[in-house]
Nanobody, 116 residues
Framework: QVHLVESGGGLVQTGGSLRLSCAAS????????MGWYRQAPGKERELVAT???????IYADSVKGRFTISRDNAKNTVYLQMDILDVEDTAVYYC??????????WGMGTQVTVSS
């Protein structure tokens, strides 16, 4: 079992920055990768970025060049640095992890609102 807690969401103006954090606890030795997803009102949940245990990253085209995912293994924490934010980035951001046996776990989400 892995427990995830997100933090760092909030209200920011267009062009601003936010950094999200996701702290993992529990069976962290079994984590295969961690990632960020988001869901805007009326839309499907979508991938934002993922990072593997070896540091390989994947980004959605819509955030490439603006968002950076990173992880601190000592703190069992993954971060999402979001720069040049746009109103289209407004969503609830969720942290997800997939463990070695294929099970996935989600955090409760953190709201990011970008105002024009």
């Amino acid at each position: 079992q892995v427990h995830l807690v997100e933090s760092g969401g909030g209200l920011v103006q267009t062009g601003g920055s936010l950094r999200l954090s996701c702290a993992a606890s529990g069976s962290i030795f079994s984590i295969k990768f961690m990632g960020w997803y988001r869901q805007a009102p009326g839309k499907e949940r979508e991938l934002v970025a993922t990072i593997s245990s070896t540091g390989n990253t994947i980004y959605a085209d819509s955030v490439k060049g603006r968002f950076t995912i990173s992880r601190d293994n000592a703190k069992n924490t993954v971060y999402l640095q979001m720069d040049i934010l746009d109103v289209e980035d407004t969503a609830v951001y969720y942290c997800k992890t997939v463990v070695l046996d294929g099970r996935s776990y989600w955090g409760m989400g953190t709201q990011v609102t970008v105002s024009s």
